[in-house]
């Protein structure tokens, strides 16, 4: 059998997750660290995480994120593209 294309991409000590936006915009590949996932609690750490993010870099920037809509693993044959 093949591998699975489903596996999620593990970059160093990070997995990298796809966000959609309220506001239909998308980022791709954002690091969240290994040890947040997991658990009971599953990927949402990983949103919590990624929302911080997003005030970091709206209070650097000005330009404040919308709310997150979809958050999923990037799947590791995607992010090799």
Do not use: C, W
Not at 40 to 45: A, H, M, R, T
Not at 62 to 68: A, K, Q, S
């Amino acid at each position: 059998m093949g591998r699975s294309s489903k596996k999620p991409l593990v970059v160093g000590n990070y997995f990298l997750f796809d966000v959609v936006y309220q506001d239909g915009s998308r980022t791709s590949n954002r690091k969240v660290p290994t040890e947040l996932i997991g658990g009971l609690d599953g990927d949402e750490p990983a949103r919590a995480h990624i929302e911080a993010q997003d005030r970091e870099i709206a209070s650097r920037s000005g330009n404040p994120r919308g709310p997150i809509k979809t958050m999923t693993r990037t799947p590791a044959r995607a992010a090799a593209k």
